[in-house]
């Protein structure tokens, strides 16, 4: 068993990072923060998720936050998606194993992956408006946030929802309210089961390295760790039986990064349009300089006159 | 229909474009646009200003600041797809209004392959190039990269209007939305400059959208079988 988070002293402390240990901020730079605090991550074990919900619950009361009543969809899955106020909801997949016939019920937690270079970020316009730790949280600032919804197309895991409410996104904070004072994210702390465990992102590898010795001594051969490299990593992973198709949870991707079509938009685009802008404006300052105005002379008026005249 | 219809002075008026017409004096006087146009052309023109502020402050970090003109980021995210409604309607009424005579005409191919004795003034005693109707090659290619691109930038603007429309498009559809709708941004903001430029530096154009009529001097020099077709009543040949 992973040893459970202790639970930290009622005093009041000051927080154990802030604005001085961010590594990027969007649309503006940031200076090099002066220590590199120690990575953090959240590892869901999928092969020990009962679909409790628990964390769902724990993540509505941390954050205060209250789900519509829905409708029964015919599944497990309730909400059917991540909503401005559901930062992390369970997706359940019925799969029939074709090795082994067996129906496979497979439980994915989805929420924030904490990417290591997180899209979101990258698409943002507003300056401030979403901002990274050294220890890896990617979080919203939503003072700044504007309601783009840029942040939405810059994600690979098509995680934030701009809320109709106030006209701001959101999505998982990985608890950064809860680390700033020592403690680990609400999800981790109500899981019955250990499927949510959380700590540095070394040991977090650590025990998935066991856990998937684990699970290959129980015949997953496939077992892995998704920590998808085409993002840098991220600060939350999946321990998956069936590692070698993470599509199968409910359509994880296999190989997540940012879309081309973003990095393009917001690399060359950017830059060669404003160029362009520029360029054409430029020039036309440069023609008037080399050739001056294009004047009506006084031929052109008495012309004008004798055909006027001429016509009468 | 209009009152220099009985003024005493009033030469002719335009097959093509019947409200159109010269007026005898020092110096002859020719309307080139009426009231209407003038206004619809205006509301066009703040609109297309208006946006392209707008859309800059969210295309790049440092033009950012742009979005205090408009009360703050979110009422900038809130205002510019609305602006750009009204400019696609008023668009319209433009395009209705101009785009038979800028029609391509085989005339407009020998001026655009000839431009760079247009551009660099020596076009004035060339038949080929001075026999010129209401508009001229440049002007049309104006007219209609405009008009294709307002279409482009309507169209994909809508998709990434997610405050009405996030529900009926994919992410991947938004993205691709997202790039088109910026690239057409930045080419339109670059035929804005062509059509304002060209208005500076032929002198005497912008009265033609301030005030509605032109000198026949200007008329003779740039759009010479424009002021015939006026004077004669008939297009010429």
């Known amino acids: 068993m992973f040893p459970p988070l202790p639970n930290p002293s009622v005093q009041p402390s000051a927080s154990k990072f802030g604005e ?57 899955d309730n909400p059917l998606d991540l909503t401005p106020n559901s930062l992390t909801v369970m997706r359940f997949t019925e799969w029939v194993n074709p090795e082994t ?126 920590d998808p490299p085409g993002v840098g990593g991220t600060h939350v992973m999946y321990v998956l039986h069936h590692a070698d198709q993470p599509k199968i949870y409910a359509g994880l991707p296999e190989n997540p990064r940012i879309s081309p079509v973003v990095q393009l938009w917001k690399g060359l685009t950017k830059y060669a349009g404003l160029t362009a802008i520029a360029a054409f404006a430029a020039i036309g300052v440069l023609h008037h300089v080399v050739m001056g105005p294009n004047r009506v002379t006084e031929d052109d008026e008495q012309n004008a006159k004798r055909l006027a005249e001429d016509r009468s | 229909m209009s009152a220099h219809k009985i003024e005493p002075g009033v030469v002719g008026h335009g097959i093509a474009d019947p409200d159109d017409s010269v007026h005898r004096g020092n110096p002859v006087t020719v309307d080139r646009y009426t009231a209407g146009a003038r206004i619809n052309h205006w509301i066009t023109a703040t609109c297309l200003v208006l946006l392209a502020v707008s859309g800059l402050a969210l295309f790049h970090p440092s033009l950012f600041f742009l979005t205090g003109l408009f009360g703050g980021g979110q009422l900038t995210r809130a205002l510019h797809p609305w602006i750009g409604v009204v400019l696609f309607f008023s668009f319209a009424g433009l395009f209705f209004r101009f785009w038979r005579l800028n029609l391509w005409k085989g005339a407009d191919t020998t001026w655009m392959v000839r431009l760079n004795e247009v551009i660099g003034n020596r076009d004035h005693e060339d038949p080929e190039l001075v026999e010129i109707g209401k508009y001229n090659a440049g002007q049309k290619i104006v007219f209609w990269g405009m008009s294709f691109l307002i279409i482009v930038l309507i169209s994909s603007g809508v998709v990434i209007w997610n405050h009405y429309f996030s529900d009926y498009s994919t992410v991947d559809q938004k993205r691709l939305a997202m790039i088109v709708h910026s690239i057409a941004a930045v080419v339109i903001i670059c035929v804005w400059i062509v059509h304002v430029y060209a208005a500076i530096w032929v002198r005497g154009t912008i009265g033609a959208m301030t005030r509605g009529r032109v000198t026949g001097g200007w008329a003779w020099r740039h759009h010479r079988k424009w002021l015939k077709e006026l004077v004669t009543g008939k297009p010429p040949g």
Not at chain 1, 116 to 135: E, F, H, M, R, T
């Open chain 1, 101 to 226: 016939k067996n129906l496979e019920w497979l439980i994915r937690k989805d929420g924030c992956m904490h990417c290591a270079d997180p899209g979101c970020l990258k698409a943002c316009p507003a300056p401030g408006a979403i901002v990274q730790y050294s220890n890896g949280i990617v979080d919203f600032v939503h003072d700044h946030c504007i309601g783009c919804g840029y942040c939405v197309t810059g994600c690979p895991f098509n995680i934030p929802r701009i809320s109709k409410a106030d006209n701001k996104a959101y999505k998982c904070t990985l608890c950064s309210d809860r680390m700033a004072v020592g403690q680990g994210p609400a999800c981790a702390k109500a899981c019955p089961t250990q499927a949510i465990v959380f700590g540095t992102k070394d040991d977090m590898k650590k025990w998935a390295d066991d856990r998937i010795k684990d699970l290959k001594s129980r015949g997953f051969k496939n077992a892995g760790l998704y």
């Open chain 1, 20 to 76: 001085q240990d961010l590594v990027r901020r969007s649309a503006s730079t940031v200076p090099q923060p002066a220590r590199q605090l120690t990575p953090m991550a959240k590892l869901i074990d999928v092969s020990k998720c009962i679909g409790c919900k628990a964390c769902q619950s724990a993540c509505l009361e941390w954050n205060d936050l209250r789900e519509d009543v829905g409708i029964n969809h015919g599944s497990y």
